[in-house]
Nanobody, 122 residues
Framework: QVQLVESGGGLVQAGGPLRPSCAAS????????MGWVRQAPGKEREFVAD????????DYADSVKGRFTISRDNTKNTANLQMSSLNPEATAVYYC???????????????WGQGTRVTVSS
């Protein structure tokens, strides 16, 4: 079993940065990609970013490319999402997840954290 715990959310002014983090326990996650998914009020969850098990290839939603950077440290079993130039549309609960990526590029979310709330004020 894997437990994921997010932290680092909060209230930030538009244009500012925030860096949610995810700490994993229970087993090492090198075999999983790590991803971030967000859910804005009244909307469905949407993909934000993920990073391969090795910490190499990354993928981002078009809406965050160039502003968000995902990283991981397999020695510490952590994953981070550096967010910059935030706008109010980024207000959401951000979830960390352990992901299995198929060769076809589909994502299977195997484990979820409880989420950390990010609020961007205008």
């Amino acid at each position: 079993q894997v437990q994921l715990v997010e932290s680092g959310g909060g209230l930030v002014q538009a244009g500012g940065p925030l860096r949610p983090s995810c700490a994993a326990s229970g087993r090492t996650l090198g075999c999983y990609s790590m991803g971030w998914v967000r859910q804005a009020p009244g909307k469905e969850r949407e993909f934000v970013a993920d990073i391969s098990g090795s910490g190499g290839p990354t993928d981002y939603a078009d809406s965050v490319k160039g502003r968000f950077t995902i990283s991981r440290d397999n020695t510490k079993n952590t994953a981070n999402l550096q967010m910059s130039s935030l706008n109010p549309e980024a207000t959401a609960v951000y979830y960390c997840a352990a992901v299995l990526l198929s060769q076809q590029g589909t994502r299977e979310y195997r484990y979820w954290g409880q989420g950390t709330r990010v609020t961007v004020s205008s």
